[in-house]
């Protein structure tokens, strides 16, 4: 009976930790042939970040614009190509990193400091971004959303 209660209770201590670590939502592995992903040449299925993205920038203003994501392999850069978003570089990049099946790592957002860490999700079926950045007082979110 004792083996019994405690394989319940480490079930369920398993489960809330799971659940608080994803949020409560069901992280699913992706696989070849699911929306918004791509197969890369070592069998991994990523998301595909490739093309337009509408982005709202919210810090101390509310900026809007268009950013252009470019990815070869599992990583991406992202250009500006429209909108009032300040802080890019000189070849117009705001963003940067890598793809690793539904998660973003490494991520740079570039600001008024130059190129700051950052911590990324992927929501809404690779149809959403939202990026964060801790930099100073201001710390921006900034939210893509596929064109």
């Known amino acids: ?3 019994w209660i405690l394989m319940c209770l480490l079930l369920s201590c398993t489960l809330a930790c799971n659940t608080a ?3 409560g939502a069901k992280v699913q592995a992706l696989k070849t042939g699911m929306p918004n992903t791509v197969a890369l040449p070592d069998g991994k299925v990523v998301y ?3 093309g337009e993205w509408d982005v709202t920038l919210r810090a101390c203003t509310t900026n809007t614009g268009v950013i252009k994501i470019t990815q070869e392999g599992d990583r991406f850069v992202g250009v500006v190509v429209s909108g009032n978003l300040p802080q890019v570089t000189e070849k117009g990049e705001k963003v940067k990193g890598r793809v690793e099946g539904n998660e ?3 991520v740079s957002f570039y ?3 130059g190129w700051a860490m ?3 999700e992927i929501k809404n079926s ?3 971004i939202v990026i964060e950045t801790a930099i100073s007082e201001a710390s921006p979110t900034t939210i893509l959303k596929r064109k």
């Open 1 to 3: 009976m004792k083996k």
């Open 21 to 23: 670590t994803t949020g």
């Open 48 to 50: 595909d970040l490739n």
């Open 104 to 106: 973003l790592t490494n």
């Open 111 to 113: 600001t008024w400091q």
């Open 118 to 120: 950052s911590t990324a």
């Open 126 to 128: 690779g149809n959403e």
